[in-house]
């Protein structure tokens, strides 16, 4: 038996690389986290473990930053002397990409939400209580920060 606290299914790989895209990987870098991400686009079955979806919310989150600071050096979100909302061509640009960025990740990022609750042992139709102003999203963010739990491998194919 071993001494770790992870769940069996959790340990290092024998081969010394990734797990196949059909199980979680366990400790994974950021690099693998967001490679994983787009190869399992719209997976909706199977697990992710909490470095995957981690992970990549941390990148999420950095280039949603990133677009939304270069909007406003660009002249997002300013106001003229009557009052009416303007906005420079290049912030312009910048909010067509962020826009474009974000219709491109949803539905990954709706998938990896999924797979993340398999792996604590609960159906990813628990997603739907983010619908639930504040309290649902605290109650996902405390399950995705949730350890593995081994009887999520019934959500494995």
Known sequence: MSNSSQPAA??????????????????????AAAKRFFKKYATFSGRASRSEYWWWTLIVIIISF????????LGGNGVDQNGAMTMSAGASVINIIAGLWALATIIPSLALAWRR?????RSGAW???????????II??????????????????
Do not use: C
């Not at 959790?10 to 690099?31: C, H, K, R, T």
């Not at 609750?117 to 042992?121: G, V």
């Not at 997603?127 to 999203?137: C, D, N, Q």
């Open 66 to 73: 990133v677009l939304n600071m270069l909007s406003l050096a």
């Open 117 to 121: 609750l398999h792996d604590t042992n």
């Open 10 to 31: 959790a340990q290092p790989y024998s081969q010394g690389g990734e797990p196949p895209l059909d199980q979680p990987y366990y400790g994974a870098p950021i690099g």
């Open 127 to 137: 997603y739907l209580l983010i619908l639930i102003p504040l309290i649902g999203a």
């Open 140 to 157: 996902l963010i405390v399950w995705f920060a949730s350890p593995a739990k081994p009887e999520g491998q019934r959500f494995d194919r």
